[in-house]
């Protein structure tokens, strides 16, 4: 499948604002968000380029040369999310995998009616050996439109299914932003020389199946049964070919996420023995890559149900989740609810 399917040259601003303007009563307040948003990711995506130098170039977290102590690049990154998007007006509360509780909107700028979720770096362990990394965000509206005031843990903590817009920034081979806003999935490049992100690929859709499965295997003994079938039944040749599957897994959801997007498959982070609830973010991690998935005609679920259907209690939750392919991801809950056929057999 090739990477793009447009020959149209649409930048993602000009994207946003044609998008919005199918929305009777928009204002431009989330054309705007988007648009700091993407300088905060323009900015990471020159450091993250750098990061091979960072001892070099000091971004680390020792000292600089001027004796100043300098971020490592997951904070680094959090705090130009965070610079880029307080003063807008158009948000009125953030949180991040980086910081512990609500993020409040400095009490000099205006309060906005959006709320920002956001893992800055994912995959940070993958920074030092150049394996792809990115950027997670999630926007919901808040509560009450109307209210002008700090927006609160409650205006945070929605369904995943509220999202107004989702997206990830892959800083891989080439820096990729794959968004939506509920009207499909679009893909972005960017472009270094001139500093946008193009339209590379419209409405992507994620093959029915695929043939590849994600997910860190070392952990088999941690699993449960039903988990360790379905991966042994992968993993067994099947008549009509369509078995054994292949593993990839990075150990960066986002890069994992991205390459089942556009070659289906699953991709899994479950439960296990030493993490009950598993290792991912409801929040900033799973949900937006969940719509994403959704969004492209795929299914994202816990096992048991839609993880965008969960009613979060706390900004830092963990889920356990099954990703992808409609007809991997349904297979999936088929052996985690026991009742796919190789198991009564
Ligand atoms: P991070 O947000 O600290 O980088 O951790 C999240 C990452 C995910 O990107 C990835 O799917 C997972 O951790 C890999 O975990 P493991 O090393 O347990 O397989
Ligand atoms: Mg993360």
Same mark, same amino acid.
């Given at each position: 499948?090739?990477?793009?399917?447009?020959?149209?040259?649409?930048?993602?601003?000009?994207?946003?604002?044609?998008?919005?303007?199918?929305?009777?009563?928009?204002t431009g307040e989330f054309s705007r968000l988007?648009?700091? +948003?993407?300088?905060?990711?323009?900015?990471?995506?020159?450091?993250?380029? %750098?990061?091979?130098?960072?001892?070099? +170039?000091?971004?680390?977290?020792? /000292?600089?040369?001027?004796?100043?102590?300098?971020?490592?690049?997951?904070?680094?990154?959090?705090?130009?999310?965070?610079?880029?998007?307080?003063?807008?007006?158009?948000?009125?509360?953030?949180?991040?995998?980086?910081?512990?509780?609500?993020?409040?909107?400095?009490?000099?700028?205006?309060?906005?009616?959006?709320?920002?979720?956001?893992?800055?770096?994912?995959?940070?362990?993958?920074?030092?050996?150049?394996?792809?990394?990115?950027?997670?965000?999630?926007?919901?509206?808040?509560?009450?439109?109307?209210?002008?005031?700090?927006?609160?843990?409650?205006?945070?903590? =929605?369904?995943?299914?509220? =999202?107004?817009?989702?997206?990830?920034?892959?800083?891989?081979?080439?820096?990729?932003?794959?968004?939506?806003?509920?009207?499909?999935?679009?893909?972005?490049?960017?472009?270094?020389?001139? *500093?946008?992100?193009?339209?590379?690929?419209?409405?992507? #859709?994620?093959?029915? %199946?695929?043939?590849?499965?994600?997910?860190?295997? *070392?952990?088999?003994?941690?699993?449960?049964?039903? +988990? /360790?079938?379905?991966?042994?039944?992968?993993?067994?040749?099947?008549?009509?070919? /369509? %078995?054994?599957?292949?593993?990839?897994?990075?150990?960066?959801?986002?890069?994992?996420?991205?390459?089942?997007?556009?070659?289906?498959?699953?991709?899994?982070?479950?439960?296990? #023995?030493?993490?009950?609830?598993?290792?991912?973010?409801?929040?900033?991690?799973?949900?937006p890559l969940a719509m994403i998935i959704e969004?492209?005609?795929?299914?994202?679920?816990?096992?048991?149900?839609?993880?965008?259907? =969960?009613?979060?209690?706390?900004?830092?939750?963990?889920?356990?989740?099954?990703?992808?392919?409609?007809?991997?991801?349904?297979?999936?809950?088929?052996?985690? =609810?026991?009742?796919?056929?190789?198991?009564? +057999?």
């Amino acid at each position: 499948m090739p990477i793009f399917n447009t020959s149209k040259l649409v930048t993602i601003e000009r994207h946003i604002a044609e998008e919005q303007a199918f929305y009777a009563g928009a204002t431009g307040e989330f054309s705007r968000l988007m648009r700091d +948003l993407t300088l905060a990711l323009r900015i990471i995506a020159r450091d993250v380029r %750098r990061a091979g130098l960072s001892d070099v +170039l000091g971004i680390t977290d020792s /000292q600089n040369v001027h004796g100043e102590q300098v971020k490592k690049l997951d904070e680094y990154a959090n705090d130009v999310i965070f610079r880029a998007m307080d003063h807008g007006g158009h948000l009125c509360a953030m949180a991040s995998e980086e910081s512990e509780g609500i993020i409040k909107i400095p009490s000099e700028y205006r309060k906005g009616k959006y709320v920002l979720l956001f893992d800055p770096l994912d995959g940070s362990s993958n920074i030092d050996v150049n394996a792809p990394i990115g950027t997670i965000f999630s926007v919901y509206r808040r509560l009450d439109s109307n209210a002008d005031t700090d927006g609160t843990e409650a205006d945070l903590l =929605q369904p995943g299914y509220k =999202q107004v817009a989702a997206g990830y920034c892959c800083y891989g081979s080439s820096t990729v932003l794959v968004y939506t806003s509920g009207n499909g999935v679009d893909v972005f490049t960017f472009d270094q020389t001139i *500093g946008e992100f193009l339209l590379t690929y419209e409405k992507i #859709k994620i093959p029915k %199946r695929g043939k590849y499965y994600s997910i860190n295997e *070392g952990n088999y003994h941690k699993w449960n049964t039903r +988990l /360790q079938q379905y991966v042994n039944y992968l993993k067994m040749p099947s008549d009509d070919k /369509q %078995r054994p599957y292949s593993l990839r897994y990075i150990g960066t959801a986002i890069a994992d996420v991205h390459r089942t997007l556009h070659y289906g498959g699953i991709f899994m982070y479950p439960a296990d #023995k030493s993490a009950p609830v598993g290792k991912l973010r409801l929040m900033y991690e799973v949900n937006p890559l969940a719509m994403i998935i959704e969004q492209a005609g795929g299914r994202a679920t816990d096992g048991f149900g839609r993880v965008l259907q =969960q009613q979060p209690i706390e900004i830092h939750q963990r889920v356990p989740v099954f990703m992808g392919s409609e007809d991997d991801v349904l297979e999936a809950e088929a052996f985690m =609810q026991n009742r796919h056929p190789s198991q009564q +057999l």
